[in-house]
């Protein structure tokens, strides 16, 4: 793990959960992307044990609380956003056993123990993909499902720079970014530095088979809705050419 990135993404979480409060979370996957309601990729979690790596604001524990599953876990970096989920699931009635640390790192959790192993949004975090994937098996029964969306590949290397992630503008789309570049970049947000990388398709799938799993689905679409629509914004027309998120299921072998 690079201790370094971890700690300045832990400061920027610690200073700003609030400021993400429920935003990516189930039913949604990611920006502009069908939903759960839509591609019932989780099906019936009733009974089930489920793990949410980066939970965050903890939304998407209530969302399978409130579809009756059996047990819930989470993790995340920022005890920020573990304080938000606290109290989220307890207004609503529920609880989930929450954990502070990085996903890179041991934090005691369970071996062979959960059906789902998931995350919405934050697996493209990890400064160790390989290691994560791999401690994420760990945690799944033999058969077991890991689901994460994150933002497409292409969506970070068109029409889009760190600088202006939230608002490129102009009539074309243009490569920004090399497909192949992988190495991490600063992208300022709300005043302090966040620090990713964008990775290719092969080596979310390649880290995949490399930890044991076999992927069963892989989802980039936009949502029909937005394609029926007249694209107004830049957003919206580069949706129109490609994916903007990405979803991968795939099952412990
Ligand atoms: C976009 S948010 C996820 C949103 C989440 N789906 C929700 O409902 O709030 C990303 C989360 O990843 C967490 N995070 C970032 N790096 C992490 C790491 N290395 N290990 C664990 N969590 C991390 C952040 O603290 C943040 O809560």
Aim: net charge neutral.
């Amino acid at each position: 793990m690079d201790r370094a990135i971890v700690e300045a993404n832990r400061e920027y979480w610690n200073k700003n959960a609030d400021a993400w409060f429920g935003t990516t979370a189930l039913p949604v996957y990611g920006e502009m992307c069908p939903t759960e309601d839509q591609l019932r990729l989780f099906g019936d979690v009733r009974g089930k044990r489920l793990l949410e790596i980066c939970c965050g604001s903890g939304h998407s524990l209530l969302y399978h609380a409130q579809r009756g599953a059996g047990e819930l876990w989470g993790l995340d970096l920022s005890e920020r956003q573990l304080e938000n989920a606290r109290r989220l699931l307890a207004e609503n009635g529920q609880s989930a056993r929450l954990f502070c640390g990085a996903m890179e790192e041991d934090l005691g959790l369970p071996r062979e123990y959960f059906d789902w192993v998931y995350s919405i949004y934050g697996i493209g975090w990890a400064t160790d993909l390989e290691g994560v994937f791999r401690r994420i098996a760990s945690y799944l029964k033999p058969g077991g499902t890991f689901l994460f969306s994150w933002g497409h590949t292409l969506n970070y290397c068109a029409g889009w720079t760190p600088e202006q992630s939230h608002g490129w503008q102009g009539e074309r789309i243009p490569l920004t970014r090399s497909y192949f570049d992988e190495e991490p970049f600063r992208m300022p947000v709300h005043g302090m530095e966040v620090v990713l990388r964008n990775r290719k398709i092969s080596t979310y799938v390649n880290a995949l088979a490399g930890a044991g799993f076999c992927l069963e689905r892989m989802v980039e679409e936009t949502d029909r809705a937005v394609l029926a629509a007249k694209p107004e914004t830049f957003k919206e027309k580069k949706a129109h050419m490609l994916p903007i998120s990405m979803i991968f299921k795939a099952r412990k072998l």
